[in-house]
């Protein structure tokens, strides 16, 4: 255990007194400090976490640079809907939410185009006219 420090005659010495201009400054300090406040880092720099956009696509997200933030939501190639914003029957197909299950250009899924109806997600038969 340390001792205290003590002066030549074996009195317990204090610590030197703060001037005037001094404890100002410290004081001017510390109300800054406070005021201010200290810059607190939220997330790794060049750290990603998943997203959702403002349009609800899924997509990912980079802290910046000096960690006080992540940058906007960016999702992949210009998608502008996404699984967990379309409903029911419909998916997310050229950027917009389609019904999967009545839509003949996305039939049963993305881009299946049928020559007729679509009905329960399956093209339906098309019955020519044979003019006869």
């Known amino acids: 255990m340390k001792r205290p420090a003590r002066d030549r005659h074996?009195?317990?010495?204090?610590?030197?007194?703060?001037?005037?201009?001094?404890?100002?400054?410290l004081?001017?300090?510390f109300l800054l400090l406070a005021a201010v406040g200290c810059d607190e880092a939220l997330c790794v720099p060049?750290?990603?976490q998943a997203c959702v956009g403002?349009?609800?696509?899924?997509?990912?997200?980079?802290?910046?640079?000096d960690g006080t933030?992540?940058?906007a939501c960016l999702c992949a190639g210009d998608e502008t809907c996404g699984a967990d914003v379309c409903?029911?029957?419909?998916?997310?197909?050229d950027d917009?939410?389609?019904?999967?299950?009545?839509?003949?250009?996305?039939?049963?899924a993305c881009g299946n185009?049928?020559?007729?109806?679509?009905?329960g997600g399956s093209c339906g038969i098309v019955l020519m006219d044979s003019g006869m």
């Open 10 to 25: 074996g009195k317990l010495s204090r610590p030197p007194r703060v001037s005037g201009p001094m404890r100002t400054m």
């Open 27 to 29: 004081t001017v300090g």
């Open 46 to 48: 060049g750290e990603s």
């Open 54 to 65: 403002a349009a609800g696509c899924s997509g990912g997200q980079r802290c910046n640079d």
């Open 69 to 71: 933030a992540f940058e």
């Open 87 to 93: 409903q029911g029957s419909e998916a997310c197909c």
């Open 96 to 108: 917009s939410c389609v019904d999967t299950d009545t839509d003949a250009m996305n039939c049963g």
């Open 113 to 119: 185009v049928c020559g007729g109806p679509c009905s």
